[in-house]
Each structure stands twice: as structure tokens, then as C-alpha cells.
């Protein structure tokens, strides 16, 4: 079975510090990467995505890929009040797109 | 404006009543899916498209019909529902599959929250 796990959370940081969230999944020919963010009542959202290994950045954002260790993470610099949210981690192969739980974040301000 | 748009959304029915959960997207997008969203077990990908008249199952495609007989829509059908299907349900779709490239961002539709009792 092709599990994505993230810990469930809440994850709680203060506004201004960075909040880091990890996903680690099991099939090794994954290809991409995504992250969404997902508001209480919302639907998903892309922030991110990543296919190499590595670290790609946008804006407050960065994500970090392992395919060696199969994990992927996403940082989130400066946190608002407003990322308070739940994170999901998305892992798709051969047409399988895979969704972890998601990790709750909660920024205090 | 861009979307992906769901009807109903939000629906309470009965085991056994046959119904269909319309999805339509505005973007031309070739490819649709369908995700069921269960609280501890995230999104589950139920049916995808890669194409009109080209459907695959996902990781939990049991109880679930779809038809995609044009590029826009892509409906859910479920045929004799059952309470265990009491879930949200999200339509997303994509200029292509998920894979290699800018076009690749998912649009997901606002949600179709169902109870089936």
C-alpha cells in the first residue's frame, strides 16, 4: 500500500517564527510533489510543488525534497496569523495521486 | 473567472437512492478527478480523467461510477449509495496530469458535503 504519512499536529508556532512541516511517503518511484494548503470549510489550494531534489523557494515558502530518504518538507518563513490552516502533502506516480492527512498549523500572534 | 464548480453542494440522502454529483470546469483542462475527503485519512483520489471518454479508477473507486463525455464535466455517480459514503467529496482538475510542469496546478471545486443515512 502506497501510504503518504504527515503528523496529524496541531502544530503550533508564534507569529514571526518559521514553521517547518514534514511528509515522508513509501512508494519510491514517486515523481512530484505538491503541497496544499486547506482552510477550515475549503478546499485545497497549491503552494507548492517540487520534482528534483533539493530546495525550490517562493516567496515565504520553501520546500525540500529527499528522494533518497523519501521525505519532502515545507518551510514557511515569517508565519501570519493568516497560514494558520491545515497543510496537506500530495505525492503522485504513474497517473496515483496520493494525499497525506494533513498537519494542522496554528500561528499565535 | 476560472473555476471548477459542484452541484449540489451539500446533499442528505438515503441508502440505496441512486445520485449524481456534477462537476464543471471552465479551463479546458484535460484532466478531472474526483477525491473523497474522510476526517484521519485525507484526501482519497475516488476516479480520474486523463481525457474525454478516458477514465481510470483512483485508490477507492468502489460504489462510484463516472462518465466524461465532454471536456468540461465530469459527474459521480453513485448508483446505490451506502452510509459509508457520508464523506466530502472534491472535483479537481488540472491542465494535465499532475506530472511534469507549470500547467499541472489542481483546481479544486468549493466541495459536495453528502450524508447518506
Known amino acids: 500500500q502506497k501510504e503518504v504519512e504527515q503528523n496529524s499536529g496541531p502544530l503550533s508556532v508564534p507569529e514571526g517564527a518559521i514553521a517547518s512541516l514534514n511528509c515522508t511517503y513509501s512508494?519510491?518511484?514517486?515523481?512530484?510533489f505538491f503541497w496544499y494548503r486547506q482552510y477550515s470549510g475549503k478546499s485545497p489550494e497549491l503552494i507548492m510543488f517540487i520534482y528534483s531534489n533539493g530546495d525550490k523557494e517562493d516567496g515565504r515558502f520553501t520546500a525540500q525534497l529527499n528522494k533518497a530518504s523519501q521525505y519532502v518538507s515545507l518551510l514557511i518563513r515569517d508565519s501570519q496569523p493568516s497560514d494558520s490552516a491545515t497543510y496537506l502533502c500530495?505525492?503522485?506516480?504513474?497517473?496515483?495521486?496520493?494525499f497525506g492527512a494533513g498537519t494542522r498549523l496554528t500561528v499565535k500572534p | 473567472e476560472a473555476q471548477v464548480t459542484q452541484n449540489p453542494r451539500y446533499l442528505i440522502t438515503v441508502t440505496g437512492k441512486k445520485l449524481t454529483v456534477t462537476c464543471s470546469q471552465n479551463?479546458?483542462?484535460?484532466?478531472m478527478s474526483w477525491y473523497r475527503q474522510d476526517p484521519g485519512l485525507g484526501l482519497r483520489q475516488i476516479y480520474y480523467s486523463m481525457n474525454v471518454e478516458v477514465t481510470d479508477k483512483g485508490d477507492v473507486p468502489e460504489g462510484y461510477k463516472v462518465s466524461r463525455k465532454e471536456k468540461r464535466n465530469f459527474p459521480l455517480i453513485l448508483e446505490s449509495p451506502s452510509p459509508n459514503q457520508t464523506s466530502l467529496y472534491f472535483c479537481?482538475?488540472?491542465?494535465?496530469?499532475?506530472?511534469?510542469?507549470?500547467?499541472?496546478?489542481?483546481?479544486f471545486g468549493p466541495g459536495t458535503r453528502l450524508t447518506v443515512l
Open positions: 512508494d519510491r518511484g514517486s515523481q512530484s
Open positions: 479551463m479546458n483542462h484535460e484532466y
Open positions: 500530495a505525492v503522485y506516480n504513474n497517473n496515483d495521486m496520493r
Open positions: 479537481a482538475s488540472s491542465l494535465w496530469a499532475p506530472l511534469a510542469g507549470e500547467g499541472d496546478t489542481q483546481y
